[in-house]
């Protein structure tokens, strides 16, 4: 005989398909006859609170207490059965030792299977009971619950019902070029040296891997092959084998869907002998002298509505993004910028992170921006690659299936800005940190192969055991107000210099205005120093 609380468990699970739960959300449409709300009543004193923040309390709840939850009333079932609040549930109960997740439909289910196959491996489960393991992946039925309202269940039930497609746009505020017509001297002229993003064309479409890097093909060869995710939790990242994660993004609906970033591809696979790195303008990488560089390239694979929320480059390196297939679209802000505006807005939402996924900013910060503060933007199509320069904010939003790689380099001209955030992020560090090694291997390297680069930034054995606090006086008062407002790019005077742009549209009209007098505290350069854990 089951623990009562199992019982519950189980009974709750046979009637739930949390995966559709949202879609009977949608507001008013199960208001009864008489016009009641069943939120008011079914919530008791907890009422008085939106649902934000008792979608939160619930997030904090375990899992049998969730369920209890969902036995109490209408609108505790639903709220309960949130796919977001399982999600949190499954990744904190998650034994990450295992190594390889594996989703099985929905949230809720996975989460509940996990407890089958942890907690309760001491009870006899029996083949009545075993079907809780399994989710009919063609069951669409959505559960009734009439009376309900509720302002966030209905935006969440559009953002992950929004036709996706009406996100395409016909402008771009990015310049496009082929590669045929661009030279090495025109490219390094017009955009490297002045941090300039640009759109190279007919180069990717013309890799193998244009015809290789297919679903199909993938699964061929890797479907047993493990990958990492950019969902992370208590410093875990999330490890699929690639025939889930392909089964996950074909199945699931999620607000923030699991995101495919891995850094080893090339050791994994033999995917990195199917493209060629674009040598003719990125050829000249400073981070090439070294014998161990930090991860610079990743294999990228998401649905449509994943994405990455916006942040800066590691180390304010550039980045070349090339997309095999499907179509994103981008947004971009130029150094000088303090912060996105709305990236840690949460006002509407129970999130205890700090970053608003990109549909979320498409649908609710966007439409409000004034033109004053609209981003560069465009959207990049398959066989498209785009340069981002570093110290650039950028949030990027899939807006079909999507296959590509990026690579990180440091070239000549973004090296005062790389310079200047390394010693920043190394700063105080131990002798065996990773950034000090980093800085202290590159420093002996560019020694004997380019000492010109050191003098640029004023290095000097002297001031090398001091080197932070040189480092401020060496570079002018400009490199302070600039690296705060680059939330810890560090670049230096020289780099202010080569990294200018003049910005003639309307879309980036008053961005130093609005933000140059905006200074952060060191606690605020500090703690964004970290944003490039999106990789």
Known sequence: MQPLEEQNLAINLNNNQSQNQSQSQFINIYRNSDGYNCRNWGLGDLRVFDDGLIIQILSMCSPLQLESF???????????????????????????????????????????????????????????????????????????????????????????????????????HIERHSVDRLSYSEFVEQFDKICKPVIITDFVSKWPA?????????????????????????????????????????????????????????????????YEAP????????????????FYRWLIIGPARSGTSFHIDPICTSAWNALVSGRKRWALYPPGWREPPGKTSHL???????????????????PNLPPTHKPWEC??????????????????????????????FVTESIFPRVWNELKERAEDEPEDDPDRILLNTWIEKLKVSRPDLLKQVNYS????????????????????????SNSGSGSGSNSNSDCEIEINSNIATGINSANENELESENEIKENKNKDDIY
């Open 70 to 172: 969902a036995l109490v009333s209408r609108a505790f079932y639903i709220l309960s059965n949130e796919e977001e609040i399982w999600k949190r549930l499954c990744f904190s109960i998650w034994d990450w030792d295992k190594g390889i997740f594996i989703w099985k439909g929905n949230w809720k289910t996975t989460t509940i299977s996990i407890m089958y196959e942890t907690r309760f491996s001491p009870v006899k489960i029996n083949s009545k009971d075993k079907k809780l393991y399994t989710f009919d992946r063609n069951d669409k039925e959505i559960p009734y619950a009439s009376g309900f309202e509720s302002g966030l269940m209905h935006r969440r039930w559009i953002r992950k019902n929004y036709p996706i497609q009406n996100l395409d746009i016909s402008f771009s």
């Open 210 to 274: 244009m015809q290789l890097w297919t679903e199909e093909k993938i699964l061929e060869k890797y479907s047993s092959t493990i990958f990492r995710m950019t969902h992370k939790q208590n410093g875990h990242r999330v490890r699929m084998r690639g025939s889930d994660y392909f089964y996950y993004w074909k199945n699931q609906r999620d607000l923030d869907p699991l995101y495919l970033f891995e850094s080893k591809f090339a050791l994994k696979t033999t995917m990195a002998e199917d």
């Open 279 to 294: 040598s003719k303008y990125f050829g000249d990488d400073l981070f090439e002298m070294l014998p161990k560089r930090p």
């Open 348 to 366: 509407m939402e129970d999130k205890f992170d700090s970053d608003v996924e990109p549909l979320h900013w498409y649908l609710e910060v966007y």
């Open 379 to 408: 959207i990049q199509r398959a066989g498209e690659m785009i340069f981002v320069p570093g110290g650039w904010w950028h949030s990027v939003l899939n807006l079909d299936e999507t296959v590509a790689v990026t690579h990180n």
């Open 461 to 484: 054995e002297d001031s090398s055991s001091d080197s932070d606090s040189n480092s401020g006086s060496d570079s002018d008062s400009d490199s302070n107000s600039n690296s705060n």
